[in-house]
């Protein structure tokens, strides 16, 4: 796996740790930082794993687009999202992990304040 798949993927990871990430995939932090370092292959099967997590496509995570969601993306056909709505998911989506993160503690803090 190249350098530039490693960086994206630790880009991805934001504030997460190796550990976390490898949890997610089932295997050890030393497995998924050699795949970070470029040391190791992932397999398909985990790409679509980070991909889901990451809300983004394979393709961004092997550095084939710089698209983090392609343009032609269509959400699922049962979904009834307003087309306001599917811009701010668009919008979120092609943010980094961690701005995602903290838009999502931003938003648990609005719906549930801490009580003084």
Same mark, same amino acid.
């Given at each position: 796996?190249?350098?530039?798949? %490693?960086?994206?993927?630790? !880009?991805?990871? %934001?504030?997460?740790? !190796? +550990? +976390?990430?490898?949890?997610?995939?089932?295997?050890?932090?030393?497995?998924?930082?050699?795949?970070?370092?470029?040391?190791?292959?992932?397999? %398909?099967?985990?790409?679509?794993?980070?991909?889901?997590?990451?809300?983004?496509?394979?393709? =961004?995570?092997?550095?084939?687009?710089?698209?983090?969601?392609?343009?032609? =993306?269509?959400?699922?056909?049962?979904? !009834? @999202?307003?087309?306001?709505?599917?811009?701010?998911?668009?919008?979120?989506?092609?943010?980094?992990?961690?701005?995602?993160?903290?838009?999502?503690? @931003?938003?648990? %803090?609005? !719906?549930?304040?801490?009580?003084?």
């Amino acid at each position: 796996m190249s350098s530039m798949v %490693g960086r994206r993927l630790r !880009q991805l990871r %934001g504030t997460r740790t !190796q +550990e +976390e990430m490898a949890d997610l995939l089932g295997i050890g932090r030393a497995a998924y930082g050699h795949i970070e370092s470029g040391k190791n292959d992932i397999d %398909g099967s985990k790409l679509k794993i980070l991909a889901d997590f990451h809300h983004c496509s394979v393709d =961004y995570i092997l550095c084939l687009t710089d698209e983090r969601m392609p343009g032609n =993306y269509e959400y699922k056909k049962d979904t !009834q @999202l307003s087309d306001e709505d599917k811009e701010v998911l668009d919008k979120f989506n092609s943010l980094p992990s961690d701005q995602r993160d903290a838009i999502i503690k @931003l938003i648990d %803090g609005i !719906q549930s304040p801490s009580k003084n």
